[in-house]
Structures are given as structure tokens and as C-alpha cells.
């Protein structure tokens, strides 16, 4: 099992660009969560999914769209990328029933 | 306000010291974790507590949830446990992490 995959690892972006971030998870786990990372802030949540086809607003969703049309995948969009998006973003899964999560390996996203 | 504070921030210890890191946090929550950042960046979940006190190998994770309080303890510390140490309560409340560097 690849557990939870994130795609890309890296990216650069000018201001006003858009972008996907894909989140991919092989262990048919219900709940996936998209965090962003800032320095001296720790983990923030941005968007949550309790399961395939639905999605719910955490704490910093502004500028951020997502979708959960598979329940493996769990993809995160930035519509016009904002210097203030510069951050890590991890994504996370868990499964019913258990309150392990699973995090993937991080994308590292500037923004010019 | 943070939901959830962590203290210290950095810590630096000789190897085979014993090792506290605190957690309160101000929130109710049905379960606290405790994560392991590694220096690449990396993310474990080591823990997860809604009550009592839990032990994998030398780590142990205790809570107190009259106080919203819970400590991770590293015994016998090693170099390798060097990481940043994150609780959080559920999934949604996180600490900004504990920075934690042993010396050999």
C-alpha cells in the first residue's frame, strides 16, 4: 500500500495562477482533510470530507475550493493563487471507526 | 488565542534523559493526539487519547480531562527522537509543536 500520496511535491506559482493539489489515499478511508502548514502557526485546517461526494469548510477555507468526486481522492484548488498561500499543505485520511490519521508527505507551494 | 497550547516550544535534552512535553488546551474534544513531525517534514500519528494513559515503547501519552491537559513523555531519550511534537485535540485543534533536540 502507498498509504496517502501527494501530488505535486513542489510548486511555484505567480500571483493570480490556479492550480490542483491531488490528494490520493489506497486504504478506502472515509474522512480526508486538507491542512496548510505556516511557520510558528502549526497545522490549520482548510477544508475536510466525511466522505465521497461531500466536503465541509474548516478553519481557513477562504481561497480554496475542493472536491471529493472519488472516495480515494480528495483534490484542493486555488482558483488565484495570493502570496498569502505560500505554505506546506498536507493532507490527511482516517478511517471509521478509528481516530488514526494518516498524513501524506506535503506539497510545498510559493506563490510570487 | 490558541484552542490548544504547547509548552516548552524548543527543548533540548542529553541523550537518556527523561523527557515531558505538555499539552492544554481551552476546547472540548472527544480525542487528543499527539504527532511526530521529522525533521523531513514527515507526519505520524503516535498517539490517540480520550482518557487515562497509553504506552508504545519508550513513549507515554497521559490526559487529564478535568484539567484539558496532556503530557508526552520520552524515556531513555535518543537522538533519533529528535522531531517536532504536535498534539492536537480531534482534528481540527492544533498546537504549533514542540521542538524537541537530543543531543548524543
Known amino acids: 500500500n502507498a498509504g496517502v500520496t501527494q501530488t505535486p511535491k513542489f510548486r511555484v506559482l505567480k500571483t493570480g495562477q490556479s492550480m490542483t493539489l491531488l490528494c490520493a489515499q489506497d486504504?478506502?478511508?472515509?474522512?480526508m482533510y486538507w491542512y496548510r502548514q505556516d511557520p510558528g502557526m502549526g497545522l490549520r485546517l482548510i477544508h475536510y470530507s466525511v466522505g465521497e461526494g461531500t466536503t465541509a469548510k474548516g478553519e481557513v477555507p477562504d481561497g480554496y475550493n475542493v472536491s471529493r468526486l472519488k472516495k480515494q481522492n480528495f483534490l484542493l484548488g486555488l482558483e488565484s493563487a495570493a502570496p498569502s498561500q505560500t505554505s506546506v499543505y498536507f493532507c490527511?485520511?482516517?478511517?471509521?471507526?478509528?481516530?488514526?490519521?494518516?498524513f501524506g508527505p506535503g506539497t510545498r507551494l510559493t506563490v510570487l | 488565542k490558541n484552542e490548544v497550547e504547547q509548552s516548552p516550544q524548543n527543548l533540548t535534552a542529553q541523550e537518556g534523559e527523561f523527557i515531558t512535553i505538555n499539552c492544554s488546551y481551552s476546547?472540548?474534544?472527544?480525542?487528543l493526539h499527539w504527532l511526530q513531525q521529522h525533521p523531513g517534514g514527515g507526519i505520524v500519528s503516535l498517539f490517540m487519547l480520550s482518557s487515562g494513559k497509553k504506552k508504545h515503547g519508550r513513549l507515554i501519552a497521559t490526559i487529564n480531562i478535568q484539567e484539558k491537559h496532556s503530557s508526552l513523555h520520552i524515556t531513555a531519550s535518543h537522538p533519533r527522537d529528535s522531531a517536532v511534537y504536535i498534539c492536537?485535540?480531534?482534528?481540527?485543534?492544533f498546537g504549533t509543536g514542540t521542538s524537541l533536540t537530543v543531543i548524543p
Open positions: 476546547v472540548g474534544i472527544s480525542a
Open positions: 486504504m478506502n478511508h472515509e474522512y
Open positions: 492536537a485535540g480531534n482534528q481540527f485543534y
Open positions: 490527511a485520511s482516517r478511517g471509521t471507526g478509528t481516530d488514526t490519521q494518516y
